[in-house]
């Protein structure tokens, strides 16, 4: 079992920044593939961005890809998601997820979301 908790979200204006965390306990990561997923209002949930925590690989969305960096700190079991150039687009609910299966889009464990909202 693997336990996850976002922290991190906010409103910020378009074109700001925000770090989202999320924090991982319960289980040693090492086959684990960790996400990034979002929802926006009236949406449908999406896929944002995923990293291997052994070996470091990462993978995008076409829409943020440049704008975003995923990110992960052994010592803190933690991944972070760096978000750049915000717009409006960018609001929704982001949660973060592990996948045992090492497949990254195909997830067991999700965190409960945070909420990221960008004024125009």
């Known amino acids: 079992q693997v336990q996850l908790v976002e922290s991190g979200g906010g409103l910020v204006q378009a074109g700001g920044s925000l770090r989202l965390s999320c924090a991982a306990s319960?289980?040693?990561?090492?086959?684990?593939?960790m996400g990034w997923f979002r929802q926006g209002p009236g949406k449908e949930r999406e896929f944002v961005a995923a990293?291997?925590?052994?070996?470091?690989?990462?993978y995008y969305a076409d829409s943020v890809k440049g704008r975003f960096t995923i990110s992960r700190d052994y010592a803190k079991n933690t991944v972070y998601l760096q978000m750049n150039s915000l717009n409006p687009e960018d609001t929704a609910v982001y949660s973060c997820?592990?996948?045992?299966?090492?497949?990254?889009?195909?997830?067991?464990?999700w965190g409960q979301g945070t909420q990221v909202t960008v004024s125009s």
């Open positions: 319960g289980r040693t990561l090492g086959s684990y593939v």
């Open positions: 990293i291997r925590w052994t070996g470091g690989k990462t």
């Open positions: 997820a592990a996948s045992s299966s090492g497949n990254y889009l195909s997830y067991d464990y």
